[in-house]
């Protein structure tokens, strides 16, 4: 009777998951340059390297759906970054450091719970015209959406031409509500060639300090030209921000002492403004240039430690095929004031790459 009861089982579930409609698929990007950087350290020395890609991180990872009926679906995605000249895995070496969550998705949009991209992350991906770059001196305007979150749960809806999204991550500190907390929410909207938006967000740290970002962008399409116009502010007691911008600098021995400030009485302030453009020469040949700015208040939580940052970059990217691109980029970076312990050495410095993606 057990024997058979047992078999009646597992033929109910084969049988069940034979009528399921599911799939897994594994993908990934492979993507290195070979970058040369000016004034890399505090003595003024220039850098050859091989690194990752230059708008895009290299990744691999598994997403899967299963049809659940009346258009519901559970969904799953994992996904892993490392980089390929060594072979490391990124996010401090986590397994799936760039995301990882199950969900439900259907006609009244997608709700994941599990570690995802910010919701600014996910709003300037699509309004930046590198789609938020993967080098410092192309992707640090976007330092200030913090990328991801852990212990989140997150709804996205598309109603036509409108686009919402709303997230909420969890401190998960006994005895504290808003300790390490997250949330965010930004909403978009596409009509014909153009499409604007705007994003908040908040994050706290482990003593409930807040860092803010906000922001709006707008995008026109014109024949094969694209062009994004778009602010983001900041306002930041935490000081992870100035500690992201200035670790580059601090790992490569920077001459420039950064000064011991208070966050908290003096947070740091960003408004950054940026102008680009995107343009399909040929089928296989797309140029993008962009320019962005930042006046910065309070700078490493110092009262009136103002400067300013200028960032401009030039991309061309060229397909070989549906999977495969090689592309060259230039990137200039200029600082004052304040801001210069962004940097080791002289205020300024220069990129150049080129490199090979394969998508997968």
Same mark, same amino acid.
């Given at each position: 009777? *057990? ?21 897994? $698929? ?36 598994? *997403? ?93 809806? *598309? ?14 500190? &006994? ?13 978009? +909207? ?25 922001? &709006? ?13 778009? +602010? ?31 966050? $908290? &009485? ?32 309070? &700078? ?9 940052? +200028? ?12 999977? $495969?691109?090689? +592309? ?33």
């Amino acid at each position: 009777m *057990k024997k058979s009861a047992l078999t009646l089982a597992i033929g109910t579930l084969l049988a069940g998951s034979a009528y399921a409609q599911s799939s897994v $698929t594994l993908y990934g990007i492979v993507d290195q340059s070979i970058r040369y950087t000016s004034n890399s350290n505090g003595a003024n020395d220039n850098q050859f390297q091989l690194t990752n890609g230059a708008i895009t991180n290299s990744r691999w990872g598994i *997403k899967g759906a299963e049809a659940l009926g009346n258009n519901l679906k559970a969904i799953f995605q994992l996904e892993n970054g490392f980089d390929p000249d060594t072979g490391r895995a990124n996010q401090n070496n986590s397994l799936f450091g760039r995301q990882a969550y199950v969900g439900l998705s259907g006609d009244f949009g997608t709700i994941k719970l599990g570690r995802q991209y910010t919701e600014g992350f996910n709003f300037f991906g699509d309004y930046d015209p590198l789609t938020i770059g993967n080098y410092t001196g192309n992707a640090w305007p976007f330092f200030l959406t913090n990328f991801r979150n852990n212990n989140v749960v997150s709804y996205d809806g *598309k109603f036509g031409g409108l686009n919402v999204g709303a997230s909420y991550g969890f401190g998960e500190k &006994a005895g504290s509500f808003t300790s390490s907390q997250y949330w965010g929410t930004r909403a978009a +909207y596409t009509f014909g060639p153009f499409g604007v938006g705007a994003v908040f967000q908040e994050t706290r740290d482990a003593n409930g300090n807040k860092q803010q970002m906000w922001g &709006a962008s707008g995008k026109y399409s014109i024949g094969p030209a694209k062009v994004f116009l778009g +602010y983001v502010g900041g306002k930041d007691r935490t000081g992870s921000v100035d500690a992201s911008l200035n670790g580059d600098a601090l790992a490569a021995g920077s001459a420039n002492a950064v000064p011991a400030g208070n966050f $908290t &009485a003096n947070p740091r302030k960003d408004m950054i403004g940026y102008l680009g453009l995107t343009y399909q020469l040929t089928p296989a040949l797309a140029l993008t240039g962009v320019f962005y700015g930042d006046h910065v208040k309070d &700078a490493n939580g110092v009262a009136n430690n103002a400067g300013n940052r +200028y960032t401009g970059v030039l991309l061309a990217e060229y397909s070989l095929s549906k999977r $495969t691109q090689v +592309y060259g980029t230039v990137d200039y970076n200029k600082l004052t004031g304040g801001t210069q312990t962004e940097l080791p050495g002289r205020n300024n410095q220069t990129g150049a790459a080129l490199g090979i993606r394969h998508i997968f």
